[in-house]
């Protein structure tokens, strides 16, 4: 049995740099910064490909120093350098779920609407559970 699953909780370390393609798939590329127990570390930086829907997602909602969590597989790209001809290779997360979870006042500054909750009025009189 092989598994392959890569789960984090970060900081997005840029915008995402997306790409459209002719056929309408889409593709988002970022960093993601994620800490460590000690705060005193370093944080370990992660490359994220993200594709289709959740790269849309990404596009529209994703600033950099945006909170977000990530479900995905890790794979390494591998490529030669035109420049020396020599063998390259870079980590990567591809990105299966992606999941907002800034705070509302983070939200409210970077103009987030979350389109898949509805907004209901609250009721002070109810106990919300």
Same mark, same amino acid.
């Given at each position: 049995?092989?598994?392959?699953s890569?789960t984090?909780?970060? *900081?997005?370390?840029? !915008?995402? #740099?997306v @790409?459209?393609?002719?056929?309408?798939? =889409?593709v988002a590329?970022l960093?993601?910064a994620?800490? @460590? @127990?000690?705060r005193?570390?370093?944080?370990d930086w992660?490359?994220? #490909?993200?594709?289709? &829907?959740?790269?849309? =997602?990404?596009?529209?909602? =994703?600033?950099k120093?945006?909170?977000?969590?990530?479900?995905?597989?890790? &794979?390494?790209?591998?490529?030669k350098? *035109?420049n020396?001809? %020599?063998? *390259?290779? &870079?980590?990567?997360? @591809?990105? !299966?779920r992606? %999941?907002?979870l800034?705070? &509302? *006042? !983070?939200? #409210?500054?970077s103009?987030?609407?979350?389109?898949?909750?509805?907004?209901q009025?609250?009721?002070? !009189? #109810?106990i919300?559970?």
């Amino acid at each position: 049995m092989a598994i392959n699953s890569v789960t984090l909780v970060g *900081r997005a370390g840029r !915008d995402p #740099e997306v @790409r459209y393609f002719e056929s309408g798939t =889409v593709v988002a590329n970022l960093t993601m910064a994620v800490n @460590r @127990r000690n705060r005193n570390d370093e944080p370990d930086w992660f490359n994220l #490909e993200i594709w289709g &829907k959740q790269a849309q =997602v990404a596009a529209d909602y =994703v600033k950099k120093g945006s909170l977000i969590g990530i479900t995905g597989s890790f &794979k390494l790209d591998s490529w030669k350098d *035109r420049n020396t001809g %020599e063998d *390259r290779n &870079k980590p990567v997360v @591809r990105v !299966d779920r992606l %999941e907002l979870l800034g705070s &509302k *006042r !983070d939200s #409210e500054n970077s103009n987030f609407q979350n389109n898949n909750f509805s907004q209901q009025p609250s009721n002070n !009189d #109810e106990i919300p559970f």
